[in-house]
């Protein structure tokens, strides 16, 4: 694991000499906030009355210590229960954001259980989840909600997404066992403590900031703050267990303060191994089955089940590659996207409203050297769109954004 910089150890981060590796280390950024919503931001907020009480008496560790803890944690089974909420700060359109959301994500013709068009859902609001693994090759998370339930299940070379609310199921497989496609919307506080700390560099600082037990375990609090002016990220807190070096709760506020834009924790978790039965799944008699890839539909018809085929959609690695460059170091990476036509934002012609201007009411409207252009705000992630097409986002406040279009 490259070296981190922190207040218990003060060795420079080593620079990587290859662009690429570069460019991925800062994109790595955008992974937490971003991945969720697509292109703009998704972020979890504060849980009240999480499981976290007490200071236990643990052993004393330094801040790369338990980061190298956290890096050899092999835990391959465990079950528990998640809780996350979202609190972005944005305006209240009365339901009609979920709508877009839900409606971008799944491109027209799309299944609801389809992950990428499902698990939108975490960008907003309070949320259950139900996780279970065993190995590398069986997983399940499930999404708890009034009256209905959403399951992803990794088993093997099969991926199953189901929603129980519309009874429709999405499938797909992989090449190799073991190397199941892959839905990057992070779910656990693992899966945000790793796109944090492999981002981290000389421009933040890092430190074990006491004890706390969280859903009945002893865990050890890491710190990390950005040492850079200017980004809207203020700290974040990792709780990390400390028998296993799993993470168990993750925390980000905010420099403006208040309530936490992201917290991700265990109320409840075991490392015992799961039922197998875990992981069983078979599509219910009469759902709607969407193959995500070329399977043997011959067979499935045979079946009696309704087969679509799910459209296409841009990884985040090929979105990094060929939709956005990357400004700027550390936390006051910019990344700037081609919005692909001129003129801003859109107009929705269609319907005669114009769909811009509505937009434009929820911006601020700005302008430098590079012409005019709008800033949609929030807690943590803040985007520019310009009249000439490009969109600049980051983990940065306003000033930072039109600055960066200037330069560009």
Do not use: C
């Not at 218990?8 to 280390?25: F, H, K």
Request: no cysteine; proline share 5%.
């Amino acid at each position: 694991m490259a070296p981190y910089e922190t207040e218990d150890s003060t060795g420079a981060a080593q620079a990587d000499d290859e662009l690429r590796a570069e460019r991925r280390r800062k994109a790595a950024r955008y992974v937490v906030p971003v991945a969720v919503m697509g292109v703009a931001a998704a972020t979890i907020g504060l849980v009240p009355a999480l499981a976290d009480s007490g200071d236990p008496n643990l052993p004393k560790i330094t801040a790369q210590e338990l980061i190298n803890k956290i890096a050899k944690s092999d835990v391959q089974q465990l079950s528990g229960t998640v809780k996350i909420s979202t609190d972005l700060g944005l305006p209240d359109l009365g339901g009609l954001e979920s709508g877009l959301m839900s409606g971008a994500a799944q491109g027209g013709d799309g299944s609801s259980a389809d992950p990428s068009t499902k698990l939108t859902e975490l960008a907003s609001g309070t949320h259950t989840l139900r996780v279970a693994a065993d190995g590398p090759e069986k997983q399940k998370v499930s999404l708890l909600e009034s009256g209905a339930e959403y399951s992803l299940i990794h088993n093997g070379k099969d991926v199953w997404g189901y929603d129980s609310k519309s009874n429709e199921v999405y499938h797909s497989t992989a090449a190799d066992s073991g190397k199941a496609e892959q839905h990057e919307a992070p779910a656990t506080p693992k899966d945000f403590a790793d796109e944090v700390l492999k981002s981290v560099d000389d421009t933040t600082s890092v430190k074990v900031d006491g004890t706390a037990q969280v859903a009945g375990r002893d865990a050890y609090r890491l710190v990390i703050k950005p040492k850079q002016s200017g980004t809207t990220v203020g700290a974040i807190s990792i709780a990390v267990d400390a028998k296993t070096g799993t993470p168990l709760k993750f925390t980000l506020t905010p420099s403006s303060g208040g309530a936490a834009v992201i917290d991700a924790g265990y109320t409840q978790v075991s490392f015992a191994k799961p039922a197998a039965s875990t992981f069983d799944f078979t599509p219910p008699k009469g759902a709607k089955v969407t193959e995500g890839d070329s399977l043997d539909k011959v067979n499935r018809a045979d079946k009696g089940d309704k087969i679509t085929k799910s459209p296409g959609k841009d990884t985040p690695e090929e979105l990094g590659k060929n939709g956005f460059d990357v400004l700027g170091k550390g936390w006051n990476s910019i990344a700037v996207l081609d919005g692909g036509s001129k003129g801003g934002l859109p107009t929705d012609s269609a319907s005669g409203g114009d769909l811009g201007g509505f937009l434009g009411s929820l911006g601020d409207p700005v302008s430098g050297k590079f012409g005019k252009g709008t800033v949609f705000s929030t807690r943590l992630i803040n985007a520019l769109i310009t009249d000439n097409g490009k969109v600049y986002v980051g983990a940065v406040d306003k000033a930072a954004l039109v600055k960066a279009a200037n330069a560009g």
